[in-house]
């Protein structure tokens, strides 16, 4: 039970439940009263750590989002859902701010000015000036993601190396020999993109280890990038059969370019990756992928959050999780390629 359900019952908004709980601004004593029957009736008890978080002095929480200038990928804006409905079950505003580049300055006002009672960074980079910024603040701060360093913070991630792995290993025992990994681009791998790093590891060590033959290559975020990634990787590599991508936004691209080339998915040709699942069951044909769990994943970092904030005391929590390969429409057996080899 929570603020929002003691809010639609009592037949006020949850702004006055906050303000009847806390004190901070008067309700009037029959608003009051009608609240208390609520909540005596449904034996509401304010959560500790959410109780001490109301205390401090924002009720604001920042979420440090990738640059404005770049379009949010699906399973980017399914965390950032996640984290504000998460935020406000808790009673808390969520303040967006953009980084990087000549975003900094935002990010900056939000640490040096105190302007929220903690933050939630995604996109985290194995070597992450916003994650030195905050610990050098004394901000209490969770990732979506982490460092090369994952004992210095608290966060929540998707295990990359092993859903790539998987990806290639499900591939594999569909009888596929040469596999390419799409991984995001060029630029932020280069800048140390946790995610791409990781995917990169998973592949090698997969690919040795079933003894394949494989390429990798980085592609922009958008579709038309995946149409010319993949019309590149069938021209220099011929033999090719299938794919094992992170890149969400080019995948559609993808498949435009497999179709142009007169491959049919999955007879002819094959993908596999990790992405939202709406997403990806609402891909033509739907893609066979790790479901990411965004829901769970953005509530979890906030609780995290709150726990820091109540008590900066309080053990760095760390979330690491590889959910299972859905099946679906774009994997199946290897097919020989002798038109193009």
């Not at 009263?33 to 978080?53: C, F, S, T, W």
């Not at 903690?118 to 701060?141: C, S, W, Y």
């Not at 769990?293 to 970092?301: F, I, Q, T, W, Y």
Request: net charge neutral; charged share 25%; proline share 6%.
């Amino acid at each position: 039970m929570n603020i929002g359900e003691i809010a639609k019952r009592s037949g006020v908004a949850r702004s006055t439940v906050s303000y009847a709980l806390s004190g901070k601004r008067p309700v009037s004593e029959e608003t009051r009263r009608r609240i208390q029957a609520v909540i005596d009736e449904l034996g509401y008890r304010p959560n500790a750590a959410a109780k001490a978080l109301k205390e401090g002095r924002t009720h604001t929480i920042g979420l440090v989002i990738p640059p404005a200038s770049r379009r949010l990928t699906d399973m980017q804006l399914g965390f950032v859902a996640s984290v504000v409905d998460a935020a406000a079950h808790a009673d808390l505003d969520v303040l967006l701010s953009p980084s990087g580049g000549e975003h900094d300055r935002s990010f900056e006002r939000v640490v040096g000015g105190r302007r929220v009672d903690g933050v939630i960074v995604m996109e985290i980079r194995l070597e992450d000036d916003r994650v030195t910024r905050l610990r050098q603040a004394g901000l209490p701060f969770v990732g979506i993601g982490r460092t090369s360093r994952p004992e210095e913070m608290s966060w929540v991630d998707i295990d990359y190396e092993k859903l790539i792995a998987n990806c290639v290993h499900h591939l594999a025992d569909l009888g596929h020999r040469r596999i390419a990994l799409v991984n995001r681009s060029e630029e932020l791998v280069a800048a140390g993109y946790g995610p791409g790093h990781r995917a990169q590891a998973g592949f090698t060590h997969a690919m040795a280890e079933r003894r394949l033959d494989g390429v990798q290559t980085c592609c922009a975020d958008d579709a038309q990038s995946g149409v010319s990634c993949v019309e590149r990787l069938l021209e220099e590599h011929p033999g090719l059969t299938a794919i094992a991508t992170i890149n969400e936004a080019a995948t559609p691209g993808m498949y435009h370019a497999l179709a142009q080339a007169g491959l049919v998915v999955p007879r002819d040709f094959s993908i596999a990756g990790v992405s939202a699942r709406h997403w990806a069951e609402n891909l033509h044909p739907p893609l066979t992928a790790a479901d990411v769990p965004a829901d769970e994943l953005g509530a979890r970092a906030v609780e995290m959050l709150i726990r820091l904030i109540a008590d900066p005391t309080t053990p760095h929590g760390h979330l690491l999780v590889a959910p299972p390969i859905s099946l679906r429409g774009t994997t199946g057996p290897a097919r020989a390629q002798d038109h193009r080899s």
